[in-house]
């Protein structure tokens, strides 16, 4: 770019402290031919990483983990500096990491065992290999935790990963590539990209790269997920939500109004499994709606660095005019306002906790992700209908309900649309269960046994007996009613087992 340019515009990878909107720094993105040299150094990497012992593997996520807690404040800081969320919640989100990494340095080894699988082969089994290189593609809104829940199930398979991180939180990118290197896996395993979203698609498009995950909005999901369609490589979308919160009139209500406003500010409102629908029995609701308004009022915005904020600005003045046009779009439509709807004049991106009621189901923003503090609020009649509204929406990522009768959560679990139903609790991710949504929220899924296996070839082996054929290693059933019997016994399932592999499929 000319030098006259530059001073017109800005690099497009820059730090910016959204608390201040002070320039902390810029990066030139890297040329083409640098990041070629990237992707070759990834590729030679992913062919000796797979000689490395799972338990060595083991032995560098766990010192990851514990350098991620002995620096835990000053990467915190670096969070906070760069993207806004308040200092309290960046430790947690480091200390999240290395609980995650911890995870899986325990229980890789049992997530890629082999599968024996009983056939009338001599021994037939699935086994777990790696791809090899991944690109990720993610968010600023946790800049740690989306990278670390990507990262650590995957290098602990034995894959390898390039990150492209989002442009307003490059010195989190570097200091993630920075840590794993400190934490002794070998150089190329996982490197960061200092490129541009435009640079994506080239990334992509090179063959050694083999999948990619992206965390991030819809445009990006189906931008580069149409691509990665193209050439025919798996992907894994994280993308936007619009969680509903259901409370119903049997709800512990103290502890749902708590719950609510901490699972509605979570990193100030720019969370995609946030709260963001409060769809409240008519019964309860002018209960709720008052108190849940005062504790909206009550929270103290400002420095996220100090220990007491709980809100801080959000990310970049751009999702500040976004807020700002969702919550004009509602109230014009015919949307209460109850607190909030003015964005902070002066310096810092700080947009106040909002809270709209009547939202008409005609405007936009009903159905959009809101990525702030603004609370819709939604009175409903009865069960059917508080699923009937939840489920109105594009999205399918979580869902947080509160009742104490079992056939009213029964209900909920099985009817609402979405990846995840959370019972008097908050939605919330957990190394140990899978995570992930349906709908426009993406597929596929992160953490767990099914995030890590996301990456990976189930590898169909069978070994035949060489010197006889075994006979079918199955018991025939008991005799069993009929309305209960298993379609085949062992003789018809191998009888028609041999008719239908003689299409070989
Ligand atoms: P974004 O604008 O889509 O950016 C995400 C990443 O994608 C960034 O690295 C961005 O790079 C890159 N990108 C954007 N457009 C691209 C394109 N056309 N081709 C290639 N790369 C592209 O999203 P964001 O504003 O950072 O994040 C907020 C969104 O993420 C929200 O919708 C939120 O709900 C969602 N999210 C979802 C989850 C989940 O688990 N489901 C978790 C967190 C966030 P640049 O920064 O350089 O543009």
Redesign the pocket.
């Known amino acids: 770019m000319l030098n006259w340019l530059r001073t017109l515009f800005p690099m497009?990878?820059t730090s910016i402290n959204p608390a201040t909107g002070e320039v902390l720094r810029q990066f030139e993105p890297l040329s083409d031919e640098a990041v070629k040299a990237k992707i070759a150094t990834a590729h030679i990497a992913f062919r000796s990483y797979g000689e490395i012992p799972l338990e060595h593997r083991a032995l560098c996520m766990r010192k990851l983990a514990g350098i991620l807690e002995h620096e835990v404040d000053e990467l915190a800081a670096m969070i906070t500096a760069e993207m806004g969320k308040t200092l309290v919640s960046a430790r947690q989100e480091i200390l999240k990491c290395a609980l995650g990494c911890r995870y899986f340095a325990e229980n890789a080894a049992r997530i890629l065992t082999e599968e024996p699988i009983p056939t009338e082969q001599n021994n037939s089994y699935v086994r777990w290999d790696p791809l090899g290189i991944v690109l990720a593609?993610?968010?600023?809104?946790?800049p740690f935790w989306?990278v670390f829940r990507f990262l650590s199930p995957a290098l602990m398979a034995g894959n390898v990963a390039l990150l492209?991180?989002?442009?307003?939180v490059p010195q989190c990118g570097l200091a993630i590539e920075a840590l794993v290197r400190r934490a002794g896996f070998p150089r190329g395993t996982f490197q960061t990209l200092m490129i541009?979203?435009?640079q994506?698609?080239a990334v992509l498009s090179d063959e050694r790269i083999a999948a990619v995950t992206?965390?991030?909005?819809?445009?990006?999901?189906r931008?580069?997920a149409a691509q990665a369609g193209w050439l025919l490589k798996r992907s894994v979308l994280?993308?936007?939500?619009s969680d509903p919160f259901i409370v119903l009139p049997s709800a512990d209500l103290d502890l749902a109004l708590s719950t609510a406003v901490k699972a509605h500010i979570v990193n100030n409102g720019?969370?995609?499994?946030a709260a963001k629908r409060f769809i409240v029995h008519e019964d309860i609701f002018a209960d709720f709606e008052s108190r849940f308004v005062a504790s909206m009022k009550a929270l103290l915005v400002g420095n996220p660095m100090e220990e007491t904020t709980e809100i801080g600005p959000l990310a970049t003045p751009q999702?500040v005019a976004e807020v700002q046009q969702q919550v004009l779009s509602a109230t014009r439509a015919g949307a209460r306002l109850l607190t909030g709807g003015e964005r902070r004049e002066g310096s810092g991106s700080f947009f106040p906790p909002t809270v709209l009621v009547d939202v008409p189901r005609t405007v936009g923003v009903y159905r959009e992700?809101i990525?702030g503090p603004v609370a819709l609020l939604f009175r409903v009649r009865s069960l059917e209908e508080a699923i009937e509204v939840a489920n109105d929406t594009p999205f399918g990522?979580g869902a947080s309900v509160w009742t104490r009768e079992v056939d009213e959560q029964k209900q909920l679990i099985a009817e609402l649309a979405c990846g995840q139903v959370f019972v008097n609790a908050m939605v919330a991710?957990d190394p140990r269960l899978p995570?992930?949504?349906i709908k426009r929220?993406?597929y596929g899924r992160?953490l767990s046994a099914a995030g890590m296996r996301e990456f990976l070839n189930a590898k169909t082996v069978v070994i035949a007996d060489a010197v006889q054929q075994t006979e079918i290693a199955f018991e025939p059933r008991e005799q069993e009613p009929n309305l209960h019997r298993a379609p085949f016994d062992a003789q018809e399932f191998q009888q028609a087992f041999r008719t239908a592999s003689k299409t070989n499929e």
């Open positions: 497009s990878i593609v993610m968010p600023w809104n946790f989306q492209k991180h989002a442009s307003n541009e979203a435009r994506v698609e992206v965390t991030g909005s819809e445009a990006a999901g931008a580069i994280e993308l936007g939500g720019q969370s995609s499994i999702i992700e990525l990522l991710s995570f992930g949504g929220s993406g992160e």
